[in-house]
């Protein structure tokens, strides 16, 4: 992905892509190289992206105070959801417009990290 973000084109993307788009954005932001750059890690991204919502309290974040079963219902469509979960995740923590609207689509479409418990 580029400097734009697409969020309905980034709720397309499979989900090992969206992975690893996400890590090696948080990558390059923690660490200053990328993936690629990278290669002598072999990480389950998986367990590496619930292990980062965990440690960033987003179960709490996003099921409880952004009230994402609230929002879930009030949304018509999934993609819109992604894009206003991406601006709360850029708003609470620091995380590139890459990151986050990555993150946003992995917990919306595919649940992980952040399992919400709504009726």
Known sequence: ???????????????????LTWYDSELLRTTGIGYDEAQS????????????????SLKTKVCDEWEYCRK?????????????????????????AVGAVSAAV???REGLGVACECD
């Open 1 to 19: 992905m580029n400097k734009e973000i697409d969020v309905a084109a980034a709720y397309a993307i499979p989900t090992d892509q969206l992975l």
């Open 41 to 56: 890690f072999g990480a389950d991204f998986v367990k590496s992206f619930s292990r980062w919502c965990a440690d960033h």
């Open 72 to 96: 879930l219902k009030a949304h018509g469509r999934k993609v819109d959801l992604v894009l206003a979960l991406t601006g709360f995740l850029s708003a609470i923590l620091v995380i590139s």
């Open 106 to 108: 992995l917990i919306v």
